[in-house]
Each structure stands twice: as structure tokens, then as C-alpha cells.
T-cell receptor, first 109, second 113 residues
């Protein structure tokens, strides 16, 4: 079963704008991860935030985690056309990584 | 460096035929191994995971089975494919016991006709 739910399901922005995607989950977790999938391809790991962390940065990515609300957000700053992809949050609990349904991001040049 | 190999990239199989998808990992030992399936436009569904040779945990009862004959080899099988088995199958591995930093293979797109 899917634990995470992403919001919005689809997002279309102009190049240079920021993109924010949200993820909610239901049970306690060890960490939360974000992945990117280009059309028809495998998944690429973007960033991992542990349950005792509140914010993490990696290049143009910023992830926040609020365990009290069981939610996370992924911010992509200064978006580029190459950022067009599906983005998935995934919650890790012991050996299992459970994915949400994803957000389809389209960055228009 | 660690790499993961998954093949074939695409596969078209008739209903009732057998299936064998193979995944191998290089550059690490005793990885946790996973099989996921993705329906079109959807998220990933965990099918099986393995924390050691011969140790398989099934997440979803279905027409598929998995085996781990060697430390870095994970095989997904079916004796008789159903139309509903069509999808994008992804193999993944992680090292840390808590599932940190999964690495995914490039996937196999299976169409059952």
C-alpha cells in the first residue's frame, strides 16, 4: 500500500521560478527520501532527511520535514527545463521504502 | 564504485508464458535488494525485498516470486504471466539496514499480450 501522498499531482512553472512539492505520510519513519524519475527511466535518489532532522539542503534542493504533522516538502529553486520529471517522496521504515504517487513537474523554457 | 544491472530493458510476453528478470549488483557486499513495480503514471509498489541469500519477504500476494541465489543477484519470476503483470519493474539495492540511499536499476518494461 502507498503511505505517502504528494501534492500537487501536477505542477507547471516557467524556467527560473521555484517549485514546491509536498508529501504527507501516515506512520512513523526512520527517514524520508525524495527521488526523481525522467519519463520511462529508473529513479534517481535526490536527498534524504532523517527523522531527527528538520531541514536539509543540496544544491538547488531544500527539503523540510515536520514529523509532528507527518509531512515533508521539496523546494527546487531557480528551476530549469531539465528539471522536468516526476518527483516521488518515499518513507523508510526498517527495511521497507514506501513511495507516494508522485508529482509531475513541467518546467517551461 | 557500486553499480546495478537490470535486464532486459523491454520485454513482450504472451499470457501464460514464464518470466525471469535478473538484477545484479557490483561493488558492494550483503546489500538489501528490492523488486518494485510501477503502473503507468503511478508510484512504485514494493513487491519483494531480501536482506540476505535465500531470505525473501513478500509484500503483495500475487502471481510472482523472487529468489536470491547469490549475495548480489536477485531474480523475479513467474510461472504463468497474467495481463495484470504488465508494468515497469525496478530493482534496487541499499546497504544500510534502515534503507538509506536506495540505488535503482534502469528498469524492465514488461508488456503481457
Amino acid at each position: 500500500s502507498q503511505q505517502g501522498e504528494e501534492d500537487p499531482q501536477a505542477l507547471s512553472i516557467q524556467e527560473g521560478e521555484n517549485a514546491t512539492m509536498n508529501c504527507s505520510y501516515k506512520t512513523s519513519i526512520n527517514n524520508l527520501q525524495w527521488y526523481r524519475q525522467n519519463s520511462g527511466r529508473g529513479l534517481v535518489h535526490l536527498i534524504l532527511i532523517r527523522s531527527n532532522e528538520r531541514e536539509k539542503h543540496s544544491g538547488r534542493l531544500r527539503v523540510t520535514l515536520d514529523t509532528s504533522k507527518k509531512s515533508s516538502s521539496l523546494l527546487i529553486t531557480a528551476s530549469r527545463a531539465a528539471d522536468t520529471a516526476s518527483y516521488f517522496c518515499a518513507t523508510a521504515r526498517f527495511y521497507r521504502l514506501t513511495f507516494g504517487e508522485g508529482t509531475q513537474l513541467t518546467v517551461n523554457p | 564504485s557500486q553499480t546495478i544491472h537490470q535486464w532486459p530493458a523491454t520485454l513482450v510476453q504472451p499470457v501464460g508464458s514464464p518470466l525471469s528478470l535478473e538484477c545484479t549488483v557490483e561493488g558492494t557486499s550483503n546489500p538489501n535488494l528490492y523488486w518494485y513495480r510501477q503502473a503507468a503514471g503511478r508510484g512504485l509498489q514494493l513487491l519483494f525485498y531480501s536482506v540476505g541469500i535465500g531470505q525473501i519477504s513478500s509484500e503483495v500476494p500475487q502471481n510472482l516470486s523472487a529468489s536470491r541465489p547469490q549475495d548480489r543477484q536477485f531474480i523475479l519470476s513467474s510461472k504463468k504471466l497474467l495481463l495484470s503483470d504488465s508494468g515497469f519493474y525496478l530493482c534496487a539495492w541499499s546497504v544500510e539496514r534502515r534503507g538509506d540511499g536506495y540505488t535503482f536499476g534502469s528498469g524492465t518494461r514488461l508488456t503481457v499480450v
